[in-house]
């Protein structure tokens, strides 16, 4: 049976870290299980 690989996009508003902790968890945590990545809407450029 083909394990699955899930991708996680967490989205954030304004907390630049919050959505890059939970990106950082998520791969980790899901080793070779999931694929997480962070997006913004208004990315400042700096944590």
């Known amino acids: 049976m083909t394990r699955r690989r899930f991708n996680v996009l967490f989205v954030g508003r304004e907390n630049s870290a919050r959505s890059l ?9 899901g080793e070779g299980k999931s694929h997480a990545l962070r997006a913004g809407n208004h990315p400042k450029g700096a944590v």
């Not at 902790?21 to 945590?29: F, G, K, M, Q, V």
């Open 21 to 29: 902790t939970a990106e950082s968890l998520l791969n980790r945590w």
